[in-house]
């Protein structure tokens, strides 16, 4: 398994499973057209939605919900129809479809967590992680409030890449950056990983894939696999298992770089 990150396909690529967590869909954030395009890209059996796929937080304040979050929907039941397996399991920002886990909807489920098997035989918990945060289980007030200043760093970085993208830049993360830079954060980070690793322990199983904490990652945690999906608010991030059970971690940002390096290599060809 290697975290290497793949480039956009330049025709649609089949592989075995697509993870993705943490989308956000009914928020201003959420970058539902990135999403829309990289789903378009690959042909999976099986898709796993890791949680807080509609933000139901911010849907109780308001609706926002323009045409991309429902392409989104779209997509998602277009890969059912034509044969993808899609599991989706709750988060705490969907937390109202808990109530019908275990729901059956054609070939589509409704899940609070799963086992999934990879083509090499590894076991891995499939599972959002909110049950491992502390604030959002026992402080939820404290949970609501680092969301506002969460929402302010948003702000930021949806008026930074609205000038990147008019000078021809491509997309990166503001909010992300500064987390990996907060030593707070590093160690929140660090807390989760290590309650979700001892968590597989318990139940032997080879690993984990998660999100909720919007830090995509591949790391050993001791003897556990600990794969996190990352976000598609920030970091525009998803897991990727191939049909040798290898899983990849695919980054937007370094996507539309090796994009863009390729293009200069065409036009350096015919120069």
Not at 158 to 173: D, E, F, K, P, T
Request: hydrophobic share 40%; net charge neutral; glycine share 6%.
């Amino acid at each position: 398994m290697t975290s290497a990150e793949l480039a956009k396909p330049t025709r649609k690529q089949r592989v075995r499973t697509l993870w993705i967590s943490d989308v956000h869909l009914g928020t201003r954030d959420c970058q539902a057209e990135h999403l829309s395009q990289f789903l378009k890209s690959y042909h999976a059996d099986k898709i796993y939605l890791v949680g807080d796929i509609i933000d139901g937080w911010k849907l109780r304040g308001g609706m926002y919900w323009p045409q991309a979050h429902t392409n989104v929907i779209r997509r998602l039941l277009t890969m059912s129809k034509r044969g993808t397996e899609v599991i989706y399991v709750t988060g705490n920002h969907d937390e109202f479809l808990r109530r019908y886990s275990k729901l059956i909807l054609g070939n589509i489920q409704l899940v609070d967590e799963a086992v999934h098997v990879t083509a090499d035989g590894r076991h891995l918990l499939v599972i959002h992680g909110d049950q491992f945060d502390v604030i959002t289980r026992y402080h939820r007030w404290l949970a609501f409030l680092g969301d506002s200043a969460y929402e302010f760093t948003l702000t930021l970085n949806r008026w930074l890449n609205h000038w990147r993208a008019r000078y021809g830049y491509g997309y990166w993360s503001l909010s992300a950056y500064l987390k990996h830079k907060v030593k707070t954060a590093v160690s929140f980070i660090s807390d989760f990983e290590e309650a979700i690793a001892h968590e597989c322990v318990k139940r032997e199983l080879h690993g984990v894939v998660c999100g909720h904490i919007h830090h995509a990652e591949i790391r050993k945690v001791g003897e556990v696999d600990y794969l996190n999906c990352g976000d598609w608010v920030e970091s525009c991030t998803a897991l990727i298992e191939h049909w040798d059970g290898s899983i990849e971690l695919y980054r937007l940002a370094d996507a539309q770089a090796r994009e863009e390096q390729m293009k200069a290599a065409r036009v350096a060809e015919l120069a």
